[in-house]
């Protein structure tokens, strides 16, 4: 079993930052991709970024060039940072992380960018 647990999320205003975390615990072996994903009210889920073992990233186009991917693979941490927040990217945004061809979530982080 893995266990995902997010952290970060909060209400920010248009222009500014935040920085996500979700750290991985479980078992978790050999190669595995981490991402995150979000959901906005009245939506479906959708892919925001991805980072594989090998640190190959791809993002949406929404936040191309304001989000970044990374991730700690001693602490099997992933993380997002959020610059030039808008108010269309508020939602719950979702840990995810692939192995062994299954995929885990973690719990949601709620995200409100708002003046």
């Known amino acids: 079993q893995v266990q995902l647990v997010e952290s970060g999320g909060g209400l920010v205003q248009p222009g500014g930052s935040l920085r996500l975390s979700c750290a991985a615990s479980?078992?978790?072996?050999?190669?595995?991709?981490m991402g995150w994903y979000r959901q906005a009210p009245g939506k479906q889920r959708e892919l925001v970024a991805v980072i594989t073992s090998g640190d190959s990233t791809n993002y949406a186009d929404s936040v191309k060039g304001r989000f970044t991917i990374s991730r700690d693979n001693v602490k099997i941490t992933v993380y997002l940072q959020m610059n030039s927040l808008k108010p269309e990217d508020t939602a719950v945004y979702y840990c995810n992380v692939k192995n062994r061809g299954r995929g885990y979530w973690g719990q949601g982080t709620q995200v409100t960018v708002s003046s």
């Open positions: 479980g078992s978790i072996t050999g190669t595995y991709a």
